[in-house]
């Protein structure tokens, strides 16, 4: 791979000159990312590893060196934490990462921790009962250590732990627990009298995730949208999860609730907002705008900024 890179990158040529004159830390953000680049795989399928971003800071190392005479010691140094037969990186890089998190990590708990004696937490979390149905939660958490000392893991076993989000349609409800990873952050907040916690719940198409912010004291849950926010109460400390949100759907940006409405289909006019001629958007053709409209009434993340093709 260094030989395919020195032959493009070849001295006092334009891409070299252009490589020289681009930032290590760009190049590294390549580097050990599973099916990034397909090309640069390590495996002919395209789905391993690579460290094209590696290779291309110790390319741009050695055209300063040999045409502007200058050294980049911490390109070298950091590459040499990468192990170039498996792309891993080194105990000691690892260390220095986790020394860095738990110094950031400190900071936030320190902004987000509730001054005063007064609990900054309202309502009641879920009943004994309740969580007995849905099992007993027990998992395993990390606890970020002090900056300097190794990271503490430890098991942790509490009843009535277990939190719910309603996968449902309204007036049909469906409760799911969240999973372990979003449940521990829920939890951990809420014992550690937090006022909330950010979590993140995978899409239902298995592809991204959704950002939302668990507030306790007004019982809901918060997720950014464009420009509104879409807000779900939660009853009993219970996250629910509805489908009705607020979205653009008109011409005149009037923003209506989302829910199904076969009725109104055909009257529904979707426009692109990028092409604005003679002080109108453009309206999306009849067989575009029926895709629209039937994905944003039956698709659960489709949240009016979704791209479709041209087909």
């Not at 140094?77 to 498996?86: E, F, I, R, S």
């Not at 099992?135 to 990390?142: E, L, M, N, V």
């Not at 076993?157 to 521990?184: C, I, T």
Request: net charge neutral.
């Amino acid at each position: 791979m260094m030989d395919i890179l020195k032959q493009k990158f070849r001295d006092s040529s334009c891409l070299a000159q252009q490589l020289m004159d681009t930032k290590g830390a760009f190049l590294l953000e390549h580097n050990n990312v599973v099916g990034r680049d397909a090309f640069w795989s390590n495996n002919s399928f395209g789905s391993g590893k690579n460290w094209l971003g590696a290779l291309l800071m110790l390319r741009r190392s050695e055209l300063l060196r040999q045409i502007r005479a200058e050294n980049d010691e911490w390109a070298l140094w950091l590459v040499d934490k990468v192990d170039m037969q498996t792309g891993h990186t080194s105990p000691a890089w690892n260390d220095i990462v986790q020394a860095a998190t738990d110094c950031i990590v400190k900071e936030l708990r320190q902004v987000d921790r509730p001054t005063g004696s007064t609990d900054a937490v309202s309502g009641q979390r879920c009943s004994t009962s309740t969580a007995d149905a849905a099992g007993s939660h027990q998992s395993k958490f990390t606890q970020l250590s002090e900056p300097g000392t190794t990271a503490i893991r430890s098991s942790k076993v509490s009843k009535s732990a277990q939190w719910f989000w309603d996968a449902g349609e309204p007036g049909r409800p469906n409760e799911m627990p969240y999973e372990s990873e979003a449940n521990l952050k829920i939890e951990d907040a809420f014992q550690e009298n937090k006022k909330g916690a950010y979590i993140f719940v995978p899409l239902s198409s298995g592809v991204g995730a959704t950002m939302y912010r668990i507030d306790f004291a007004k019982m809901s849950a918060t997720t950014p949208a464009t420009s509104v926010q879409f807000v779900e109460k939660m009853e009993n400390v219970v996250v629910t999860r509805s489908i009705s949100f607020k979205c653009y759907r008109s011409q005149e940006r009037t923003s209506s609730s989302k829910a199904p409405r076969v009725e109104a289909r055909p009257a529904t006019q979707w426009f692109w907002r990028d092409y604005f001629k003679q002080g109108e958007y453009t309206p999306y053709d009849a067989a575009a705008n029926m895709k629209i409209a039937t994905a944003y009434e039956v698709h659960d993340s489709f949240a009016g900024n979704a791209f479709f093709d041209q087909a």
